[in-house]
């Protein structure tokens, strides 16, 4: 009875010793992820602080040499408030037809996308591509929320690959229409800048070609991302040996998602339509501006086509927001509208169209991650719906 009782008595403590090791291990893995999450938080913060500093250079650098704190205060008190409010209302009004569109694609794929969840999703990608290099970081955070709140990692992929397509489409015919149209008016007054926004002009369109080449072909995907695979394995960065199959996987659902909503006449249309409404609602907020100083000369397509040739020339500039590139733009375009009151039009519509992105993005994604989202996995709709 002895040798049993010792014997249970051992294997009592190696039982204790595994669920110790094991408590252990699983200590160590959440304390890992945990750390990783810490990390990528002080990552964001620093990006944002970064972000602000140089923000904050660039008004000073231009209000020291322009005006003084007290008379821009005073300045700015005069506007008249009802253009403001029509300023604001163009900005919300483009996330909305945004959201829109998100909320019709994910309505082709599943059943019941809320346009507030859409909404939500759209402000997250508004607040990372304010705060991101070249604004890359948008489609990525929209990609991960919709793939966290239950959607497929490929039809996720698939809605923002046409969404943002049609989106860059849009905006270089939009842009065609403006330099052929407003060609002559800005090479008698910015001759110096036309080239730039020829520049800008052919960038897009070449964005628009591989986009076009990386969604349309399945064997140049797939392709790429295996090797993109291999070469992570080759430097360690991914060890799973089943990651390639689960993206093949994923791939199949992506290009099936793309094709059911592309397939899709009316909704393409319309996609089409409402990228049009969300661009001319952004590109006409320094029209409402200028009408808040008390302007009214300046032709309103003319303005209108400055914003578009501005935004070709600054959107390619690789600091978060195009940090001073895109204020210089607005200046060295429409000084010839707002003449003395060029530097604070900058600052409103600097707020207007930037800053509102970083707080109300910032409050859609405070409530993302406080509060669970639900999981809005449904059953695909068919085909022929």
Not at 22 to 51: C, F, H, M, P, Y
Not at 221 to 237: D, E, N, P, Q, S
């Amino acid at each position: 009875m002895t040798f049993l009782e010792d014997a249970e008595k051992d294997n009592i403590n190696k039982n204790d010793a595994e669920k110790d090791s094991v408590n252990k291990d699983n200590a160590e893995k959440d304390n890992g992820v945990k750390d990783k999450v810490k990390k990528r938080s002080w990552g964001k913060i620093i990006l944002a602080v970064i972000t602000l500093v140089i923000m904050g250079v660039v008004f000073y650098a231009f209000f020291t040499d322009i005006t003084t704190p007290g008379k821009l205060v005073e300045l700015l008190e005069s506007l008249q408030p009802w253009w403001i409010a029509a300023a604001v209302a163009a900005v919300f009004l483009s996330w909305m037809a945004e959201a829109k569109i998100l909320q019709m694609f994910i309505n082709r794929l599943y059943r019941h996308s809320s346009f507030l969840y859409s909404f939500r999703i759209t402000m997250i990608g508004q607040l990372y591509n304010a705060i991101t290099p070249f604004s890359t970081g948008g489609q990525p955070a929209q990609f991960y929320h919709l793939a966290k709140d239950g959607h497929d990692a490929g039809d996720a992929a698939s809605v923002q690959a046409l969404r943002f397509i049609i989106y860059q489409i849009t905006l270089v015919t939009y842009c065609l229409i403006m330099l052929i149209w407003r060609l002559a008016f800005f090479r008698e007054h910015l001759s110096g800048l036309v080239w730039l926004t020829l520049i800008g002009f052919i960038a897009h369109a070449a964005v628009i070609v591989g986009l076009i080449l990386f969604t349309k072909s399945p064997r140049l995907t797939g392709a790429i991302l295996r090797k993109c695979v291999a070469f992570l394995r080759k430097i360690r960065l991914v060890r799973r040996d089943d990651l390639v199959d689960k993206i093949e996987k994923q791939l199949e659902v992506f290009h099936d998602s793309l094709n059911l909503i592309d397939n899709n006449l009316k909704l393409k249309v319309r996609a089409y339509v409402l990228s049009a409404v969300q661009l001319t609602l952004l590109f006409t907020v320094p029209y409402f501006i200028y009408r808040s100083f008390g302007l009214n000369e300046a032709f309103p397509p003319d303005m209108l086509a400055a914003m578009v040739l501005a935004n070709l020339v600054y959107s390619f500039v690789p600091l978060p927001g195009a940090a001073g590139a895109a204020e210089g733009s607005f200046v060295l375009f429409f000084n010839m509208f707002f003449k003395s009151f060029t530097v604070p039009a900058m600052l409103v519509w600097r707020i207007i169209t930037y800053y509102f992105c970083i707080i109300f993005g910032g409050i859609a994604l405070f409530f993302s991650t406080h509060k669970r989202p639900v999981r809005r996995r449904g059953r695909r709709k068919a085909a022929d719906h």
